[in-house]
Nanobody
Framework: QVKLVESGGDSVEAGGSLKLSCLLS????????EGWFRQAPGKEREAVAA???????SYADSVKGRFIVSKDHAKKTLYLQMDSLKPEDTAMYYC???????????????????WGQGTLVTVSS
């Protein structure tokens, strides 16, 4: 059974940094594509970043140059380093994992069936 557990959300001021973690279990390492998504109140869930099993990364335009997705295979943990945070980054952040046939679809929430419970990031101005 796939289980994803996020942590690291917090309240920070604009310009600050946070590093989110997602502990992965229930599937073979490198079997799945993994991604970070976020959902602000009243808005649809949107992509943040994705990481393919071969290490290829993909980012939403809104976070390019500020966020970095990475993975520690030994710890089975996915990370999202977030720098230069803006108030518009405020959202619940979710990690997701699944087998995605086309990495071009890795930033699409519908590509994933396995989700964590989310961790809240609040950025104040």
């Amino acid at each position: 059974q796939v289980k994803l557990v996020e942590s690291g959300g917090d309240s920070v001021e604009a310009g600050g940094s946070l590093k989110l973690s997602c502990l992965l279990s229930g599937y073979t390492d490198n079997a799945y594509c993994e991604g970070w998504f976020r959902q602000a109140p009243g808005k649809e869930r949107e992509a943040v970043a994705a990481l393919d099993s071969d290490g290829t990364q993909s980012y939403a335009d809104s976070v390019k140059g500020r966020f970095i997705v990475s993975k520690d295979h030994a710890k089975k943990t996915l990370y999202l380093q977030m720098d230069s945070l803006k108030p518009e980054d405020t959202a619940m952040y979710y990690c997701a994992a699944d087998w995605v046939l086309d990495f071009g679809l890795a930033l699409t929430p519908a590509s994933y069936n396995n989700w964590g419970q989310g961790t809240l990031v609040t950025v104040s101005s």
